[in-house]
């Protein structure tokens, strides 16, 4: 029998009753963070072929000797090794085992060419479109999930805190992200878990800038957004500095993003809309005659991906369930001067909100330290 408190089981179990309550017979995973959710399998390609009762995996020969290993021996995967044409002898497992089936496709994560190829059966099987339904059951983390989030959270403010004595005016944007990601490792993470953004000056205007070889000059604002994987697992994380001493407008551009933090994170409860934790946070920028200069969503879901479900943006009706995770990132950016973010990563309760670590906010910390 079954564990009843084996993960993959559980998880499992909750598609599979989605699976019923969508009509469907089995489903074809094939998104890589939705089938190591699933699995427990880490590797860059395979396959989830599952119904009411069987999971098959199917990978190729370079990971039979990993799926062996990662697969937990009591959650009743069946495992399938295909040294050629994987695609082919999929649609051929398929067409033959579970013929005749309405069997769910992930939409939004199959290349047309894979879609055709699978649909290349004499209409053996009977396939739907669907999409979400296993990053639905993501959104809500269980408490092993939450922990290792929360360690790559930890992991990041560390390597942060191992990182911020060494900059001073003339370091390079690169040399900081370098060394922040060699922290990380050095502290335990599997890598970064995104391309980490370091932005100073006027380049910190810019949300989503990639790192430069500029040099930081003093008065600077200097904007570090950065993030660990830790056993698959995703922090996302920014702080903003001044390189020297602030000054009147940078601090009180600082305090109007940090008022609009404390609102949006105050507004984080089961049973929120991501639009109503949105709209806590643009209040803040409205009231000031600044919300044009907020030019993205306040907040996304966090785990196996830095960017996954629920999204807390203007149009989100995606209600917070209790075990979510959530970034909660606010910023204002200001073309020819500089831009401010602060972002934390938090886990949802029936009581509101914690976040995942403690990392210092209060203020318009002052570098070098």
Known sequence: MRSPDNPAARRLARVRAGLAERQLDGLLVSHIPNLRYLTGFSGSSGWLLLDGERAILITDGRYE???QQELPDDAGFEL???????????ADKAAHEFAGRRLGLEANHVAVDQWQRLRDDDGAVDWRSISGLVEEVRAQKDEGEIELVRKAAETAAAALADTLPLVQPGTREVDIAAELEYRMRRHGAEGAAFETIVASGERSALPHAATSECPIQEGDLLLIDFGARWRGYCS????????????????????LVLAAHEAACSALRVGALGSEVDAQARRSFEAAGLEERFPHSTGHGLGLE?????RLGRHSEERLRPGTVVTVEPGLYFPGWGGIRIEDDLLVTAEGATALVMLEKGWLRSLPL
């Open 236 to 255: 996302d994380l920014t702080r903003t500095f001044v390189v020297g001493q602030a000054d009147a407008r940078q601090r009180e551009v600082y305090d």
């Open 80 to 90: 399938l090794v295909l040294h050629d044409k994987v695609l082919a002898g999929l």
């Open 65 to 67: 000797t990993q799926a």
């Open 306 to 310: 830095v960017h996954e479900g629920p």
